[in-house]
């Protein structure tokens, strides 16, 4: 597909339970974002890769969150440990360049992840 | 740090009505500004974008035209459809060089036939 695919749709883990979460991002596209809505709410910016390295983690909320790209291309944001408040709605998207002019981000369907 | 504020929706409409969705932002710098639509069932999509003051973004019938006197990007259309009903987010890419953006909450449009 052309698009941002993002792996399982949707997930239910028990309280404490270890959860990846997969992006494929649109081929050779060098930026990719990970970000977090909560109901109602905007999505909030996670973490930013420019190819294999992830050039601003400052939005991951503590160290439970973790995130990789080890090819540049797809990325697994990890949870370890979850909590009923990691509950939301997990947005991965690319764009071709990423920095600060403005090209456009294209966004995945998302993964709804339900801590129980 | 960097924010945007949007009106508290839901708006509700009757088709071909005017739309007026505000958004204001706070940023150091000169922010690149965007409007995002996510329609029932899909992702975020880019609806129109701004990189310097004065500019106006259009797509689709929408346009938003960024204001930084009064620190704005309102997105406006002049006669709203049934397929408009979807919910909206006004964003920002800040003085980071990163390319990261900060969305408002969200405002739900829904238009009536």
């Known amino acids: 597909g052309a698009g941002v695919s993002q792996t399982p749709s949707n997930k239910v883990t028990e309280k404490g339970k270890y959860v990846e979460l997969r992006c494929d991002p649109i081929?050779?596209?060098?930026?990719l974002y990970w970000y977090r809505q909560s109901l109602g709410q905007g999505p909030e910016f996670l973490i930013y890769?420019?190819?294999?390295?992830?050039?601003?983690d400052s939005g991951l909320p503590n160290d439970r969150f973790f995130a990789v790209r080890p090819e540049g291309s797809v990325s697994t944001l990890k949870i370890q440990r979850t909590e009923r408040g990691d509950s939301a709605v997990y947005l991965c998207a690319s764009s071709p360049r990423g920095g600060p002019v403005g090209t456009e981000a294209f966004f995945g369907q998302g993964t709804r992840l339900t801590v129980v | 740090g960097d924010s945007v504020t949007q009106m508290e929706g839901p708006v509700t409409l009757s088709e071909e009505a005017f739309l007026t969705i505000n958004c204001t932002y706070t940023a150091t710098g000169y922010p690149s500004l965007f409007w995002y639509v996510q329609y029932p069932g899909e992702g975020l999509q880019l609806l129109l974008k701004?990189?310097?003051?004065?500019d106006k973004g259009s797509n689709k019938g929408f346009e938003a035209t960024y204001r930084k006197e009064t620190t704005s990007f309102h997105l406006e259309k002049g006669s709203v459809q049934v397929s408009d009903s979807a919910v909206y987010f006004c964003?920002?890419?800040?003085?980071?060089?990163?390319?990261?953006?900060?969305f408002g909450q969200g405002t739900t449009l829904q238009v009536k036939p």
């Open positions: 964003a920002l890419i800040g003085s980071s060089n990163t390319g990261k953006l900060i």
């Open positions: 701004a990189t310097k003051a004065d």
């Open positions: 890769f420019q190819g294999t390295g992830a050039a601003d």
């Open positions: 081929s050779g596209h060098t930026a």
